[in-house]
C-alpha cells in the first residue's frame, strides 16, 4: 500500500513551468527561448572591478527563426537600423549599468521597442481645403507681386 502512494504522490501536480515571454502588443509576444545571451566585459573606463566582471550583454534575435508571424518578421526586417544585419540578426549590445541583470532587462527592452516601432502602422495623412480667406490672401500676395513685376519692365514713352 506504501509503494502505492508513493509511486502516486511522487509528483505532485502543480502548475507547468512555461518559459518567460516578453509583451510587444495586444497578443503578440517574444518567447524567451527565441533570444541568446552572452555575457561580455564592458568596454571603457572602469574601476578595480572593469577587468573582472563580464556585466555587459550582448542579446541576439534571429527574426526569421523566431516564433513572430511572417508579417511581423518582414516587418522588423525592413526596418534601416544597423542593429539588424542581412539574415535578420539583431544583435543589441547593453553596457549602461554595472549589473548584469539590468543590462539584460535594457536589451530585452530595446528589442521589444524595436519590434514596436516596426508593426506600428501610421494614421494616414488626409489634405486639409486651404480656408476661403487664406486663399484669397493667396491671390492678393500674386496680384501684388505681378505689379511689382510690371512695373520693372520698360517705362513708355509720351
Do not use: W, Y
Amino acid at each position: 500500500m506504501r509503494s502505492v502512494l508513493r509511486a502516486c504522490c511522487a509528483k505532485p501536480a502543480g502548475p507547468v513551468d512555461l518559459p518567460p515571454m516578453f509583451h510587444v502588443q495586444d497578443s503578440l509576444f517574444i518567447d524567451e527561448r527565441d533570444l541568446t545571451f552572452t555575457m561580455i566585459r564592458a568596454q571603457g573606463a572602469g574601476g578595480q572591478n572593469v577587468n573582472k566582471v563580464s556585466s555587459a550583454v550582448h542579446l541576439r534575435f534571429d527574426v526569421r527563426a523566431s516564433r513572430l508571424p511572417l508579417e511581423v518578421q518582414d516587418a522588423v526586417c525592413a526596418l534601416n537600423d544597423h542593429r539588424i544585419s542581412k539574415e535578420g540578426v539583431i544583435v543589441i549590445k547593453s553596457q549602461s549599468f554595472r549589473s548584469q541583470e539590468k543590462n539584460r532587462a535594457e536589451a530585452i527592452e530595446r528589442l521589444v521597442g524595436m519590434v514596436r516601432s516596426a508593426i506600428r502602422v501610421d494614421k494616414p495623412r488626409r489634405a486639409t481645403k486651404p480656408t476661403r480667406a487664406s486663399q484669397r490672401r493667396r491671390v492678393q500676395r500674386k496680384v501684388l507681386h505681378g505689379e511689382v513685376k510690371r512695373l520693372r519692365g520698360r517705362v513708355q514713352g509720351d
